[in-house]
């Protein structure tokens, strides 16, 4: 039996073990793709001035969501170090990388004792998935955490899997006699904890509190545990009240563009998702043993917060998916484990093959959906043919204008380069990101679609140069004079990759 046990134990763990080391590398080459910009942006804001950091991506004095616990302590690492951003931004993605994988290892330790659980979930959380690609932060497909894992997103994610599992604790405590219940220092703690969680990364800290009241609510706890939960619940409420880097309450009333942005978080539901049918079933058998069993309650909170945002036409509250597919996914690898250990009875054989073939078969099929991660460790030109059409090409980036732009210099860019620009300490006329804090973010956005229309005047473009400070401009060129209709205002300084070009303003 014992050697039966450990047989799972090991090829999970070893499983795990190459995943984390795959994260490990790719921190190395930290691969540029979608908010790492404004990340590094916000990095740059703070290790200049931690008290009053202003915006990050445009030069104006607005709070930011963005200047959270986590980014603060990184921007005092860059301003005590000296240390580049990126090299900054590297050493949080091994932090966070590390809370994740321990607070994954913590939580499921709660659900079940045996050996291989942490490791088996952990793989069914980065490769039960499907066979859609995609990526976005707070969701923890492999792909999806080599390109996310500097971000705030990921040390959320793994803050919140330690808050699961300290919570756990402490209520299970609570619910054996009111007599046993921990000192309140416990409850002050996870009460600051949920609230860092919050400021860090919102769509996070939701599925964060989803999790948690599923967990209170499968304890059944007695009066004065509830009470020791409201007195950690204010004190939360009273963190986030006073952070004084931006009004977390003020984004409850976020809306308009943030709905248009996560509009295609309902798009190819079957295809990005099928694989997590393996642990809705798995859910299902936890269901039938127990009623109150905390998954099931996790997966039931998200599905009705999901469902409800896009029936309501509230496309944000679709970042709650991880609510639904976490525990989903948690099941597999537990229900895994839990079939294995019934080895010694003949009435499981066969079942235990069944399921632990379907669990493996369909692990197999999200890696090699996500298989071209690889390719952000591995040049691709050594990667087999059919594992290099997986790779997607990262983000270049815009180290080629440094030598010209500095720090605090307005740049006039639009698309991709306004979302890279900011990395490098400049700031761009309009941002590349929607802000909440920004009153006049249509009017930035106007003007800068008015500068780069075709046939714009002399006059209109250098009124909107005078009115933001505009130094630099970005775009692409075609060759010729002043660029690709923009006129005498500006003048060719460098060529970068992709046919963009570098002008400088002529005053």
């Given at each position: 039996?014992?050697?039966?046990?450990?047989?799972?134990?090991?090829?999970?763990?070893?499983?795990?073990?190459?995943?984390?080391?795959?994260?490990?590398?790719?921190?190395?080459?930290?691969?540029?793709?979608?908010?790492?910009?404004?990340?590094?942006?916000?990095?740059?804001?703070?290790?200049?001035?931690?008290?009053?950091?202003?915006?990050?991506?445009?030069?104006?004095?607005?709070?930011?969501?963005?200047?959270?616990?986590?980014?603060?302590?990184?921007?005092?690492?860059?301003?005590?170090?000296?240390?580049?951003?990126?090299?900054?931004?590297?050493?949080?993605?091994?932090?966070?990388?590390?809370?994740?994988?321990?607070?994954?290892?913590?939580?499921?330790?709660?659900?079940?004792?045996?050996?291989?659980?942490?490791?088996?979930?952990?793989?069914?959380?980065?490769?039960?998935?499907?066979?859609?690609?995609?990526?976005?932060?707070?969701?923890?497909?492999?792909?999806?955490?080599?390109?996310?894992?500097?971000?705030?997103?990921?040390?959320?994610?793994?803050?919140?899997?330690?808050?699961?599992?300290?919570?756990?604790?402490?209520?299970?405590?609570?619910?054996?006699?009111?007599?046993?219940?921990?000192?309140?220092?416990?409850?002050?703690g996870l009460g600051v904890l949920w609230a860092v969680i919050l400021l860090c990364h919102q769509f996070s800290g939701v599925v964060a509190s989803l999790g948690a009241l599923a967990?209170?609510?499968?304890?059944?706890?007695?009066?004065?545990?509830?009470?020791?939960?409201?007195?950690?619940?204010?004190?939360?409420?009273?963190?986030?009240?006073?952070?004084?880097?931006?009004?977390?309450?003020?984004?409850?009333?976020?809306?308009?563009?943030?709905?248009?942005?996560?509009?295609?978080?309902?798009?190819?539901?079957?295809?990005?998702?099928?694989?997590?049918?393996?642990?809705?079933?798995?859910?299902?058998?936890?269901?039938?043993?127990?009623?109150?069993?905390?998954?099931?309650?996790?997966?039931?909170?998200?599905?009705?917060?999901?469902?409800?945002?896009?029936?309501?036409?509230?496309?944000?509250?679709?970042?709650?998916?991880?609510?639904?597919?976490?525990?989903?996914?948690?099941?597999?690898?537990?229900?895994?484990?839990?079939?294995?250990?019934?080895?010694?009875?003949?009435?499981?054989?066969?079942?235990?093959?069944?399921?632990?073939?379907?669990?493996?078969?369909?692990?197999?099929?999200?890696?090699?959906?996500?298989?071209?991660?690889?390719?952000?460790?591995?040049?691709?030109?050594?990667?087999?043919?059919?594992?290099?059409?997986?790779?997607?090409?990262?983000?270049?980036?815009?180290?080629?204008?440094?030598?010209?732009?500095?720090?605090?210099?307005?740049?006039?860019?639009?698309?991709?380069?306004?979302?890279?620009?900011?990395?490098?300490?400049?700031?761009?006329?309009?941002?590349?990101?929607?802000?909440?804090?920004?009153?006049?973010?249509?009017?930035?956005?106007?003007?800068?679609?008015?500068?780069?229309?075709?046939?714009?005047?002399?006059?209109?473009?250098?009124?909107?140069?005078?009115?933001?400070?505009?130094?630099?401009?970005?775009?692409?060129?075609?060759?010729?004079?002043?660029?690709?209709?923009?006129?005498?205002?500006?003048?060719?300084?460098?060529?970068?990759?992709?046919?963009?070009?570098?002008?400088?303003?002529?005053?």
């Amino acid at each position: 039996m014992r050697g039966a046990l450990r047989r799972p134990s090991v090829v999970a763990q070893v499983g795990a073990g190459l995943v984390v080391v795959l994260l490990l590398l790719v921190v190395v080459r930290l691969p540029w793709a979608g908010d790492l910009g404004m990340h590094a942006a916000t990095v740059q804001r703070l290790r200049h001035d931690l008290v009053d950091p202003g915006n990050p991506l445009v030069d104006a004095d607005t709070p930011s969501p963005y200047y959270s616990p986590w980014m603060l302590v990184l921007g005092c690492v860059a301003r005590v170090t000296g240390f580049s951003v990126f090299v900054v931004l590297r050493i949080g993605a091994v932090v966070a990388l590390g809370l994740f994988v321990s607070g994954v290892w913590r939580y499921v330790r709660t659900l079940s004792a045996h050996p291989a659980a942490p490791a088996l979930s952990l793989l069914c959380l980065v490769f039960l998935w499907g066979t859609s690609l995609f990526t976005w932060s707070g969701f923890l497909g492999l792909n999806s955490l080599a390109l996310t894992v500097s971000y705030p997103s990921v040390f959320a994610s793994g803050l919140a899997f330690h808050f699961w599992a300290w919570l756990s604790g402490a209520v299970r405590a609570g619910s054996v006699r009111a007599g046993s219940v921990r000192g309140w220092g416990v409850w002050v703690g996870l009460g600051v904890l949920w609230a860092v969680i919050l400021l860090c990364h919102q769509f996070s800290g939701v599925v964060a509190s989803l999790g948690a009241l599923a967990t209170v609510v499968a304890a059944r706890v007695g009066g004065a545990v509830w009470w020791r939960l409201g007195v950690g619940a204010l004190v939360g409420v009273g963190v986030l009240w006073v952070w004084p880097y931006y009004d977390f309450f003020a984004l409850v009333g976020a809306g308009g563009d943030l709905e248009a942005v996560h509009r295609g978080l309902y798009r190819d539901l079957v295809g990005r998702y099928w694989l997590v049918l393996v642990g809705v079933v798995a859910l299902g058998v936890r269901w039938w043993r127990d009623r109150w069993d905390p998954l099931v309650l996790f997966f039931v909170l998200g599905v009705v917060v999901v469902g409800v945002g896009g029936v309501s036409g509230h496309y944000s509250w679709g970042r709650a998916v991880p609510a639904v597919v976490i525990p989903a996914q948690i099941a597999a690898g537990v229900g895994v484990v839990e079939v294995w250990g019934r080895l010694g009875r003949p009435a499981w054989r066969g079942l235990r093959g069944v399921w632990v073939g379907v669990v493996c078969g369909a692990l197999v099929v999200g890696g090699w959906t996500q298989v071209g991660t690889v390719g952000y460790v591995v040049p691709r030109g050594v990667l087999p043919g059919v594992v290099a059409a997986k790779y997607r090409v990262p983000w270049v980036g815009y180290h080629w204008v440094t030598p010209w732009v500095e720090y605090g210099d307005v740049v006039m860019a639009r698309t991709f380069a306004a979302r890279q620009l900011p990395a490098y300490g400049a700031y761009t006329v309009a941002p590349g990101y929607p802000d909440f804090f920004l009153p006049d973010e249509g009017r930035r956005g106007e003007a800068v679609r008015r500068y780069f229309a075709v046939g714009a005047s002399e006059g209109v473009r250098r009124g909107i140069v005078r009115a933001y400070g505009v130094r630099w401009v970005v775009d692409r060129g075609d060759g010729g004079g002043g660029g690709r209709g923009l006129g005498s205002g500006v003048r060719v300084v460098a060529r970068g990759p992709g046919g963009q070009v570098l002008y400088e303003v002529v005053r």
